[in-house]
């Protein structure tokens, strides 16, 4: 198995302009989730999903879109760009609601917005 | 909201010696997990150890152990027989039942030969 991947690695955005972060499991988790970790942080939850065709917001959704129309594939799209979102991006993973489920990380993608 | 405070921004050990990193949260939840997970310069999240809140017994990892205080909504973690493969970000998190987790801003820890 690949885990959990992401791409791309790094990318450099001009403010404005739009992009895609793909992020893709093939451990047939029903959960995914999008973080954001910036410089000397923790991470903070973009958006998760608990299935195909459901997705909800976490601490700091402004700014982003997602969808999750398979188990496999929950893209994080950003409208507009703006130095604010400025990041490391990571992608994450896990099985089952009711357990304590361990979450299973991407690589993560550095991007610069300028 | 949930919060998760981890009040020291670094800390350093000696090789084979042991450490305890402080972990703070604030929850009206009754039921949730807890998590300390390790990122090294590769910036790859590594899942260090894991609470459920509902046990009174503290988890243990090998070297790694916690110090589960639900009353005071503590979850301390010591590392013993520190190595200098331990040197990393260290992250305290907290997830409710619905799995939206949320971390602390990190400790970073060194261990010195």
């Known amino acids: 198995n690949a885990g959990v991947t992401q791409t791309p690695k790094f990318r450099i955005l001009k403010i404005g302009q739009s992009m895609t972060l793909q992020c893709a499991q093939d451990m047939n988790h029903n959960y995914m989730y999008w973080y954001r970790q910036d410089p000397g942080m923790g991470l903070k939850l973009i958006y998760y999903s608990v299935g195909a065709g459901i997705t909800d917001k976490g601490e700091v959704p402004n700014g982003y879109n997602v969808s999750r129309s398979t188990t496999e594939d929950f893209p994080l799209r950003l409208e507009l760009a703006a130095p604010s979102q400025t990041s490391v991006y990571f992608c994450?993973?896990?099985?089952?609601?009711?357990?304590?489920?361990?979450?299973?990380f991407g690589p993560g993608t550095r991007l610069t917005v300028t | 909201a949930q919060t998760v405070t981890q009040s020291q921004p670094e800390m350093s050990v000696q090789e084979a010696e042991t450490v305890t990193l402080s972990c703070t949260y604030d929850t009206s939840e009754n039921n949730y997990y807890l998590f300390w997970y390790k990122q090294p310069p590769s910036r790859q999240m590594i899942l260090v150890i894991r609470?459920?809140?509902?046990?009174?017994q503290n988890a243990t990892e090998n070297r790694f152990s916690v110090n589960f205080q639900k009353a005071a909504k503590s979850f301390s973690l010591k590392i013993s027989d520190s190595q200098l493969g331990d040197t990393a970000m260290y992250f305290c998190?907290?997830?409710?039942?619905?799995?939206?987790?949320?971390f602390g801003a990190g400790t970073r820890l060194t261990v010195k030969p």
């Open positions: 994450a993973s896990s099985y089952s609601m009711t357990l304590p489920s361990e979450q299973y």
């Open positions: 998190a907290f997830m409710k039942p619905t799995n939206d987790m949320r």
């Open positions: 609470q459920e809140a509902y046990k009174q």
